[in-house]
């Protein structure tokens, strides 16, 4: 019982921390419409670069597809909490820098309701928010007046989830999960103008823009999974997800203020547009092959429509400043991994052979726009371990491990390599076990 105890406080106090963490990027890529967007894996699927479709296993939590709820193990209650740190390296124009980070990245469970119904809740993140850069120039061939343009942003997405999966039929699975969304995206963009040079430096204006979204909402997905044996040892699993179009509800703003030194005067406008965020329609769909509970071998594919979708964006033309919609702001993202696991005998007593080895990689095109021109494509590879953890009590948990490789990239874009180390533990625990007192 205190064994037990101690695992709730553990994802009590993991959920807590999720709540209020901080954001886990310093991508100045995180400025364009939501951020940086997550693929919700948890440590055990990390290590294969987010495969997650059509995985269906009772003794781990797959958010990805609400229909693999439903294979959670009749005796276990699960909780899984993961995070994560990276250092990752910009380059543009031979100059390079540096940054390190840590974050939270999330908490989720499951258990089994009844006979064929599994239910699974939790926090994941949606998106990341987080980047300081800063630009210097001249703004006419004299060098009379100077300038310092000064970006920054924080903020992001978390969803709290609640999901169940459903086995109707035999091999045949459907689920749902139902999210509550919410954070606040902020993002300044300051600009400074000076006069001179060394000590007889002035400033004589500064605008500072400031994008304010407080998102409050819903988010709904669906999932469906069949399972095909091909004999006594292989299956092959099928998956596929959806989730739906709607708007937010949310009132981004644009607060401009501009302020003359010389003169003390301050002037400031605010622009809003109302129900100014939406999210797209997402679908998602993969394959995966199981031989002897030794390999699984997968491939995913997810589309997230977000060209029809609009992002609020702030213009001056002819002289009139205006916070609009623009339809061509996002592009559609699309997203392929493949991965696989390997265990040589999961139910050996030997320590080594118990251990998981994953592998998987990743290509992703962006969803957004710079300047009228595609953002940077994503290419990742990651590498982890199950690890078991072994003790008088427990032999079904796992720690779980993984380092993954990130680059973006392209044309006349800045160059972004990340090496990030995931470490996640499952807690899989025989709850409902009936002990038999002879």
């Known amino acids: ?32 419409g939501f951020g940086v967007l997550n693929d919700h894996a948890t440590g055990f699927n990390k290590g294969m670069d987010g495969l997650g479709q059509a995985i269906r296993q009772g003794n781990q939590v797959v ?104 086995e109707p039929f035999r091999n045949l699975s ?53 399972t ?37 005067v301050s002037n400031s406008s605010t622009y809003s547009v109302e129900d100014g965020l939406e999210l797209p329609n997402m679908f998602g769909a993969g394959v995966t092959w199981y031989h002897s509970n030794q390999i699984l071998l997968g491939a995913d594919f997810t589309l997230q429509q977000w060209g029809k979708t609009s992002f609020p964006v702030y213009q001056v033309i002819n002289d009139v400043p205006s916070y609009v919609l623009d339809k061509n702001y996002f592009k559609d993202r699309q997203r392929v991994t493949v991965g696989g696991e390997y265990c040589r005998n999961p139910f050996a007593r030997h320590f080594m052979s118990r251990i998981r080895y994953r592998l998987g990689a990743s290509y992703t095109t962006p969803y957004y726009n710079i300047n009228n021109h595609e953002g940077p494509k994503e290419l990742s590879v990651s590498a982890g371990f199950g690890i078991p953890i072994i003790n008088t009590l427990n032999n079904r948990s796992v ?27 499952t807690f899989n625990e025989r709850w409902f076990m009936k002990w038999k007192v002879e």
């Open 174 to 226: 459907v689920g749902a999960s139902l999210s509550y969304l919410w954070g606040e995206v902020n993002r300044v963009v300051a600009n400074n103008y000076s006069n001179g040079s060394g000590a007889s430096l002035s400033t004589i204006n500064t605008l500072t823009k400031t994008y304010q979204a407080d998102v409050s909402n819903y988010k709904l997905d669906f999932g469906m999974q069949y």
């Open 399 to 425: 720690l779980n491990v993984s380092g993954q490789w990130v680059h973006l990239s392209g044309d006349g874009l800045i160059t972004e390599n990340t090496f990030r180390l995931n470490i996640g533990i």
């Open 63 to 166: 958010p990805q597809n609400p229909a693999s709820f439903s294979a959670v193990d009749s005796l276990s209650l699960i909780f899984d909490v993961g995070m994560s740190g990276q250092i990752t390296n910009f380059s543009e124009n031979g100059v390079k820098k540096n940054a390190k980070n840590a974050n939270f990245e999330y908490a989720v469970g499951a258990f089994r309701a009844f006979r064929h119904f599994g239910v699974s809740f939790g926090i994941l993140p949606f998106s990341n928010v987080g980047y300081k850069y800063s630009s210097t120039g001249a703004l006419n061939q004299e060098r009379d007046v100077n300038y310092v343009n000064t970006y920054s942003g924080s903020g992001g997405l978390r969803q709290v989830y609640l999901g169940a999966g459903w």
């Open 1 to 32: 019982m205190k064994y037990r105890k101690t695992i709730c406080s553990l994802f009590l106090a993991a959920f807590a921390t999720g709540v209020f963490a901080q954001s886990g990027t310093n991508s100045p890529y995180s400025q364009y």
């Open 228 to 264: 095909l044996p091909l004999n006594k040892t292989d299956k092959v699993v099928v998956g596929a997800t959806f989730s739906p179009k709607h708007n937010l509800s949310a009132t981004p703003e644009c607060i401009v203020l501009s302020t003359n030194t010389s003169t003390g």
